[in-house]
């Protein structure tokens, strides 16, 4: 079974440029995380997916950031414009279920992104 | 407002021997916990889970304790391996945040060989 797939792994933007980043979940995974993890913290969420509606976008800085999941498959998560503090690894994770069931989410290796 | 803390940044043990990472909690909701593994350059790899309902769950060399009165876990790993070098995050949830995973800021475990 192939894993949750994210491109690009690494980017390199400058302050206020835009930036995009994918995510392909594990096939017939129901629900899509968008986390993001600042050096030295654990991952925290940004925005939760369950097919193609939005179950919580609470802690998603909506000035700056987007996301969306056509077709209820892939996601993509956007910045702009990007600030010096947006620097951090970008984590896509997919869990089987629907969201209130005790699921493990799955983690892609993540985009990287450094802001100059 | 942290409401999962692992207190310890890093932690080294030698090949072979325990290795026992801690993880505190303060949100009497939480009802399902996670650790997950973490090597440079690659996102989190779950390890194990226990659910409120049990102290414990074994799975080969990796237990997890939960004490429910303490809001405390602990992941023991025994025997302790090099490879097992990693960054080590514990994750809590409940259903009435449907299932959104809240993490620790990890532990960098080293095992010396």
């Known amino acids: 079974e192939a894993g949750v797939a994210q491109s690009p792994r690494y980017k390199i933007i400058e302050k206020r440029q835009s930036v995009a980043f994918w995510c392909n979940p594990i096939s017939g995974h129901a629900t899509l995380y968008w986390y993001q993890q600042i050096l030295g913290q654990g991952p925290k969420l940004l925005i939760q997916?369950?097919?193609?509606?939005?179950?919580?976008d609470s802690q998603l800085p909506k000035d700056r950031f987007s996301a969306e999941r056509l077709k209820g498959v892939d996601s993509t998560l956007k910045i702009q414009p990007a600030k010096l503090e947006d620097s951090a690894v970008y984590l896509c994770?997919?869990?089987?279920?629907?969201?209130?069931?005790?699921?493990?989410?799955?983690f892609g290796p993540g985009t990287r992104l450094t802001v100059l | 407002d942290q409401q999962v803390k692992q207190n310890s940044p890093s932690l080294s043990v030698q090949e072979g021997r325990i290795s026992i990472l801690n993880c505190d909690y303060t949100n009497s909701m939480f009802d399902y916990f996670l650790w997950y593994k973490k090597y440079p350059a690659e996102g989190p790899t779950f390890l194990i889970s226990?659910?409120?309902?049990?102290d414990k769950n074994e799975d080969g060399r990796f237990t997890v304790f939960l004490n429910k009165s303490a809001k405390h876990l602990s992941l023991h790993i025994v025997p302790s391996q090099p490879g097992d070098s990693a960054v080590y995050f514990c994750?809590?949830?409940?259903?009435?945040?449907?299932?959104?995973?809240?993490f620790g800021s990890g532990t960098q475990l080293t095992v010396l060989p």
């Open positions: 994770a997919s869990s089987p279920r629907n969201s209130g069931s005790a699921d493990t989410q799955y």
């Open positions: 226990i659910s409120s309902i049990k």
């Open positions: 997916f369950q097919n193609n509606g939005v179950v919580d």
């Open positions: 994750a809590a949830s409940d259903e009435g945040s449907a299932r959104q995973l809240t």
